[in-house]
T-cell receptor, first 111, second 116 residues
């Protein structure tokens, strides 16, 4: 069974610090990797997608992918209280198929 | 771009009635739409996957006769909860993929259903 594992947290960081969120996946054939943010009572919002090994940066967010280790991470620099949310890692095998979601990591940024 | 809407955003109904939830992709053609359910403080649970013009594929344990899904066009999918009961009260969220990035799913804002 294809699985995506995340530490449920909560991960607590002070404002301005770097938050590091990690995810591992079981299906070595996975091709697409996503990070979503979900605020309490809201639906998930896409933050980043990554497809190739290495780093991908978008503003304060950096996604890192290591297919050999089956590992995806999300770094949030200069964390803000507004970043406090649950972060979902999602993995896809091929286009049009359902994403496999992790259970999410709750991030709390204190001011 | 890649905006998905849902209607209604919340609904309260009596036990035994049916409720229809609409999911629309506003600026792209959604070849595939997905329906999820989420209970408080729990993770997303995929209910079904639907492709335009085809019957939906339901996940194990999801009653297809209770949760009717129609994906009649490339921009609209509907979920009908038939004969709703209080245990069906949940947050229902659709997502859509298609357009330029066929593997990326964009989520609608969700519909909160309360069955009395």
């Amino acid at each position: 069974q294809k699985e995506v594992e995340q530490n449920s947290g909560p991960l607590s960081v002070p404002e301005g610090a770097i938050a590091s969120l990690n995810c591992t996946y079981s299906d070595r054939g996975s091709q697409s990797f996503f990070w979503y943010r979900q605020y309490s009572g809201k639906s998930p919002e896409l933050i980043m997608s990554i497809y190739s090994n290495g780093d991908k940066e978008d503003g304060r967010f950096t996604a890192q992918l290591n297919k050999a280790s089956q590992y995806v991470s999300l770094l949030i620099r200069d964390s803000q209280p507004s970043d406090s949310a649950t972060y979902l890692c999602a993995v896809s095998g091929q286009a049009g198929t359902a994403l496999i979601f992790g259970k999410g990591t709750t991030l709390s940024v204190s001011s | 771009g890649a905006v998905v809407s849902q209607h209604p955003s919340w609904v309260i109904c009596k036990s035994g009635t049916s409720v229809k939830i609409e999911c629309r992709s506003l600026d792209f053609q959604a070849t595939t739409m997905f329906w999820y359910r989420q209970f408080p403080k729990q993770s997303l649970m995929l209910m079904a996957t639907s492709n335009e013009g085809s019957k939906a594929t339901y996940e194990q344990g999801v009653e297809k006769d209770k949760f009717l899904i129609n994906h009649a066009s490339l921009t609209l999918s509907t979920l009908t909860v038939t004969s709703a009961h209080p245990e069906d009260s949940s947050f229902y969220i659709c997502s859509a993929s298609g357009g330029a990035s066929t593997d990326t799913q964009y989520f609608g804002p969700g519909t909160r259903l309360t069955v009395l």
